[in-house]
């Protein structure tokens, strides 16, 4: 079954205690991507991926790092964790973006003490 | 910048209605829309999607209409059924652009 799965689903840290969120993919696809959701703000993307060692910034990247040593993974690190990090993290894959769908993970959700 | 916006944030029809959701969108240069279905606990899940070179487009009881000249976008759900609660987002991009932008989604809400 294609799917993009997440780990973990749940997560409640503390401030600044390194977390990596992980997402993987079994589609083959070239891209990646990593979107956050919040009441009112919709979903934001952070970080994306073209292919292997090729990543770059989205709309709000300050406080994430990812890489993509492995087409099938594309981790999402918060070196430094803070509250306003509190949010409902979503994956994404596509073989392309101009004209294919994306197909999102089932999401992740840290709370950040 | 690009923006994507629901018309209503909220949507309530009776079983068995047809739903209309709408969707604008701001860049006259967006040339691929998808629609995507979220449900509570769950990611947005792919329900169709459009290019700029068609109007219209049919699935399994859903339509996505495309109008150009406005940036508008509708999706139409037939025959509504309690399964179809969810949040429903548009997303529109274009060839070469390195990410979806999505609207803030509709809830759709279905009385018995």
């Known amino acids: 079954e294609a799917q993009v799965t997440q780990n973990p689903r749940y997560l409640i840290t503390v401030t600044g205690k390194k977390l990596t969120v992980t997402c993987s993919q079994n589609m083959n696809h070239e891209y990646m991507s990593w979107y956050r959701q919040d009441p009112g703000l919709g979903l934001r993307q952070i970080y994306y991926s073209m292919n292997v060692e090729v990543t770059d910034k989205g709309d709000v990247p300050e406080g994430y790092k990812v890489s993509r040593k492995e087409k099938r993974n594309f981790p999402l690190i918060l070196e430094s964790p803070s509250p306003n990090q509190t949010s409902l993290y979503f994956c994404v894959s596509s073989q392309g973006l101009g004209n294919q769908p994306q197909h999102f993970g089932d999401g992740t959700r840290l709370s950040i003490l | 910048g690009e923006s994507v916006g629901l018309h209503l944030p909220t949507l309530s029809v009776q079983e068995g209605d047809n739903s209309i959701i709408n969707c604008a969108y701001s860049?006259?240069?967006?040339?691929?829309f998808i629609w995507y279905k979220q449900e509570s606990g769950k990611g947005p899940q792919f329900i169709i999607d459009?290019?700029?070179?068609?109007d219209k487009r049919q699935g399994q009881r859903v339509t996505v209409l495309l109008n150009k000249t406005v940036k508008h976008l509708s999706l139409q759900i037939a025959a509504t059924q309690p399964g179809d609660s969810a949040v429903y987002f548009c997303?529109?991009?274009?060839?070469?652009?390195?990410?979806?932008?999505f609207g803030q989604g509709t809830r759709l809400t279905i009385n018995p």
């Open positions: 997303a529109a991009t274009n060839t070469g652009a390195q990410k979806l932008v």
């Open positions: 860049n006259s240069a967006s040339d691929y």
């Open positions: 459009i290019r700029s070179n068609m």
